[in-house]
């Protein structure tokens, strides 16, 4: 009885293996749109199967983003980068049978996505969020220093001055920078004033690809502050990267203040990198009581008192404003003492890189 027990299970499953088709085949059909910066991936239908994996991955599958179909009437999806470089990407179709009538089969293929002039201007930079050269309230007296430290030979490039309140254009106050050796230092004791301008103001250090340094930027040590006669009062900058600051990319992360007591002046800052849409909602306890929209256009800085940014809103302590909203922008505050004029800037931080060169997003 043993016996024929196995002969019997040894003739199912070859009857199984007869039934199944062994030339499972995927072909893979990639369609370029917008020049080459938007795909459509497709395949034919397998014969049996009813399930589809489709993979995506930047590292040659060593990591991978699946997408699985079981919609046999579609085909296909749609694939969209910006990329500041050539970018190239694995597409991988695998094909199953819930019914086990096919073995599974699987198919690649690499497409190459273009890098996008615009999005290229707008990542390949660093930026120093705000500057100033002015007087403020109470007598207060606002500048900033800003020392550039090479972290490659020869690095070469342009700083330009976006002013508060002005549409950036191509117009904007420029000045070259040069740095021979990695190491060497630039320093302007009053940045603002040595672009022949006063008052607020943002940096992008945008640097010459040509150069030995290529894409690498300097590093930036920035200090805020004001001048008093005992002395100097202020706080410590860090120059942050238009790719951090997409909404794409920083969904999760948010600035949310609160107004404190009249013993501290609060200003609030965007600094945009894109055309944005940005929000300030203001809650009172449980309650909104008030939402003021700013529209800044590509390389724009918006700042000013709260009650300004806020279309003259009168806050309370302990009213609670968050910013939210669409585009590439930084959002910020400050907090200034009223008795010392002593200034604080609130930017939630993130990675520095220096290496500006290569940027993706989906």
Same mark, same amino acid.
């Given at each position: ?5 196995? +002969? ?37 239908? @397998? ?16 990591? @991978?983003?699946?997408?699985? =179909? ?24 695998? /094909? ?62 342009? =700083? +330009? ?24 230092? =630039? ?6 004033? /040595?672009?022949? %301008? ?36 202020? /706080?410590?900058?860090? %120059? ?10 920083? /969904? ?5 203040? @609160? ?9 609030? #800052? ?6 944005? +849409? ?6 009172? #306890? ?14 724009? =800085? ?57 940027? @993706?997003?989906?």
């Amino acid at each position: 009885m043993k016996k024929m027990w196995v +002969i019997g299970f040894a003739l199912i499953v070859g009857a199984v293996e007869l039934h199944a088709q062994t030339n499972c085949t995927v072909n893979i059909n990639a369609t370029s749109e917008r020049s080459g910066r938007r795909y459509t991936i497709s395949w034919d239908p @397998v014969p049996g199967a009813d399930t589809y994996v489709l993979e995506e991955s930047l590292d040659n599958f060593r990591t @991978v983003q699946k997408h699985t =179909l079981i919609d046999q009437t579609t085909l296909a999806r749609q694939f969209s980068y910006q990329a500041s470089v050539d970018v190239r990407v694995k597409y991988r179709v695998t /094909a199953y049978a819930s019914n086990y009538q096919i073995t599974p089969c699987s198919a690649t293929k690499e497409v190459s996505f273009s890098p996008d002039v615009a999005y290229r201007k707008v990542v390949q930079k660093s930026a120093i969020p705000l500057v100033g050269s002015t007087a403020g309230l109470n007598g207060s007296v606002f500048k900033t220093s800003v020392r550039l430290r090479a972290t490659q030979d020869d690095q070469r490039g342009t =700083l +330009i001055l976006r002013r508060n309140g002005i549409p950036g254009t191509d117009r904007d106050p420029v000045m070259p920078y040069a740095l021979a050796k990695k190491g060497d230092v =630039l320093f302007f004791d009053d940045i603002v004033a /040595a672009f022949g %301008q006063s008052g607020l103001g943002s940096i992008d250090i945008v640097p010459n690809a040509n150069a030995g340094g290529g894409l690498t930027v300097p590093f930036a040590e920035v200090r805020l502050f004001n001048v008093a006669n005992g002395g100097t009062f202020g /706080a410590i900058e860090s %120059q942050t990267q238009p790719y951090d600051w997409s909404t794409d990319v920083s /969904a999760n992360r948010a600035t949310v203040v @609160v107004v404190p007591n009249s013993d501290l002046r609060l200003n609030l #800052g965007i600094r945009s990198f894109t055309s944005s +849409i940005v929000t300030l909602i203001v809650r009172r #306890g449980d309650d909104s009581v008030a939402t003021f929209v700013h529209s800044p256009g590509g390389d724009s =800085l918006v700042f000013g008192s709260a009650k300004d940014m806020l279309g003259g809103f009168e806050l309370q302590p302990g009213d609670v404003i968050r910013f939210g909203g669409m585009g590439t922008f930084v959002p910020m505050y400050t907090l200034t003492d009223n008795r010392t004029n002593d200034p604080a800037l609130f930017i939630v931080p993130v990675k520095v890189d220096l290496d500006v060169e290569t940027y @993706v997003e989906k």
